[in-house]
């Protein structure tokens, strides 16, 4: 990717960045106006009116989430189970950030480290990439466990992962496998630690 095509992808990357924020802050007042946040049942009423439409923007917003951090990621998370149910909650959050995931990792590949060093600070890249330095096999490691994490900085972990040899196969198992538990974890610990916080103070 030469200098004026990674410039111009920037740019763009930018730009959704600022129109999803922009969105995001439309979105919220909207809700806040509607009643939505102050009582739940206004909430469902809107679910139940755009059972499909909702759904899927929420889908989308995940993905894009991935690729093009709009807000941090836990708080979609926590939206999607206050949204939709434990369940559905999280199941719309993995897929979502599944595909998004399976997306930025084809971005990288294909586009190579201007795209990742576009995104990831050079100081965290060459920190991750000094992995290699042991081998393949260790680097998929601990990638892995990193991903199992709720806290890692997946972006930047896929985007240097998709610089490696590491493969298809072994990206997809560690992603579908992996996710789930840091979804868990950062979804209901965002909803409920506040209260479970209180018991103890």
């Not at 755009?50 to 889908?59: N, Q, V």
């Not at 201007?114 to 490691?141: C, H, P």
């Amino acid at each position: 990717m030469n200098d004026n095509v990674l410039r111009y992808v920037k740019r763009v990357f930018n730009v959704i960045t600022i129109l999803g924020f922009v969105a995001t802050i439309v979105g919220g007042v909207y809700l806040w106006r509607l009643g939505a946040f102050q009582n739940q049942a206004v909430l469902q009423q809107l679910i139940v009116a755009h059972r499909f439409l909702g759904p899927l923007i929420f889908l989308c917003m995940q993905v894009l989430q991935v690729i093009v951090p709009i807000i941090p990621g836990g708080i979609t998370m926590a939206a999607g189970v206050m949204i939709f149910g434990p369940v559905w909650g999280f199941i719309y959050n993995y897929f979502g950030i599944v595909a998004g995931s399976f997306l930025l990792f084809h971005f990288g590949k294909k586009y190579g480290s201007s795209l990742a060093k576009t995104f990831v600070k050079e100081k965290k890249y060459n920190k991750y990439m000094a992995w290699l330095d042991k081998g393949q096999k260790r680097f998929n490691i601990v990638f892995a466990l990193l991903i199992l994490s709720p806290i890692a900085p997946d972006d930047a972990l896929v985007l240097i992962a998709s610089q490696t040899k590491m493969s298809w196969k072994f990206f997809t198992w560690s992603i579908l496998l992996c996710k789930p538990l840091p979804i868990l974890l950062y979804s209901y610990l965002l909803i409920f630690g506040g209260d479970v916080l209180g018991h103890f103070l």
